[in-house]
């Protein structure tokens, strides 16, 4: 049964921008914290933004703070990470996560997708 799905990775030139959407099954998506993660070749699973059910409450890892948003349209059980000023060291594959408590480490999120890639041109 898939519980996330990513979509809108590709190609984009450094400085681009690009927004990536992760449609969750109602039943994933109710009352989750909702997190984007990466992972870049050779390294760890990276956190890069959470949102809370109501969309009120958000965080950022520093590296992408000013330059990406994450939201949610709980009617559509779609969240998103609009990604602007892109750079060379943004590329990786990019999972979408759901989970019940405001974290940002990996272990603490039950569902995950099959991540879509990004790659910025330098």
């Known amino acids: 049964q898939v519980q996330l799905v990513e979509s809108g990775g590709g190609l984009v030139q450094t400085g681009g921008s690009l927004r990536l959407s992760c449609a969750a099954s109602a039943r994933t998506f109710m009352n989750s914290i909702m997190a984007w993660f990466r992972q870049a070749p050779g390294k760890e699973r990276e956190f890069v933004a959470l949102i809370t059910w109501s969309g009120s409450g958000t965080t950022y890892v520093d590296s992408v703070n000013g330059r990406f948003t994450i939201s949610r349209d709980n009617a559509k059980n779609t969240v998103y990470l609009q990604m602007n000023s892109l750079k060379p060291e943004d590329t990786a594959v990019y999972y979408c996560?759901?989970?019940?408590?405001?974290?940002?480490?990996?272990?603490?999120?039950?569902?995950w997708g099959q991540g879509t890639q990004l790659t910025v041109s330098s």
């Open positions: 996560a759901a989970g019940a408590r405001w974290s940002t480490l990996p272990k603490e999120y039950e569902f």
